[in-house]
């Protein structure tokens, strides 16, 4: 099975893609979609919808995860987070790729094993979980992340479904 992991924002939007095999995992893409601080907001929905019709293109990932928005703390911030979000969803479902949402304290329990977890924390487990040479730049660890509490789900959790 292949998964993409996307970690969504609108001007660094994460993305992993992984394959699992068993208990095996293997990261095969990771990175990030920046977006300069100057740009349109319009330009980076493109920006951010464009890369991941690539990668779904590319990889053909059977389901993509993605973090569920719980808090942001101003309303412009959540606003423009659920667009970088609504980019996501829609390149992943016009090429017919289910989408499974989780909780940043899930993600973070499943990777790390504490929900409060920090970015280096996720970074170094990320790192040791999938035999990196280096630790994955912040965006691209969580993806990733995203990727690996997918897996973790879908063989634990039977039956019970996050999805979008």
């Known amino acids: 099975m292949i998964i993409l992991g996307v970690d969504t924002s609108l001007r660094s939007t994460g993305y992993g893609v992984m394959e699992?095999?068993?208990?095996?995992?293997?990261?095969?893409?990771?990175?990030?979609?920046?977006?300069?601080?100057?740009?349109?907001?319009?330009e980076c929905i493109r920006n951010i919808h464009l890369k991941i019709a690539?990668?779904?293109?590319?990889?053909?990932?059977?389901?993509?995860?993605?973090?569920?928005?719980?808090?942001?703390?101003?309303?412009?911030?959540?606003?423009?987070?659920?667009?970088?979000?609504?980019a996501v969803i829609v390149a992943a479902t016009e090429a017919g790729r289910p989408i499974y949402e989780?909780?940043?304290?899930?993600?973070?329990?499943?990777?790390?094993?504490?929900?409060?977890?920090?970015?280096?924390?996720?970074?170094?487990?990320?790192?040791?979980?999938l035999n990196l040479e280096k630790p994955p730049q912040n965006d691209a660890a969580d993806a990733l992340a995203l990727a690996i509490c997918h897996a973790h789900s879908r063989g634990i959790l039977a039956g019970e479904r996050n999805r979008v």
Do not use: F, H
């Open 20 to 42: 699992v095999a068993g208990s095996r995992y293997r990261a095969l893409e990771w990175g990030n979609i920046p977006n300069a601080q100057g740009l349109a907001t319009s």
């Open 54 to 86: 690539e990668l779904v293109e590319k990889w053909a990932p059977d389901e993509v995860s993605i973090e569920k928005v719980i808090y942001a703390k101003n309303a412009n911030t959540m606003l423009l987070l659920g667009e970088a979000r609504g």
């Open 102 to 129: 989780y909780e940043p304290r899930r993600v973070k329990m499943s990777v790390c094993g504490n929900g409060l977890a920090g970015k280096q924390q996720i970074q170094r487990m990320i790192k040791t979980l």
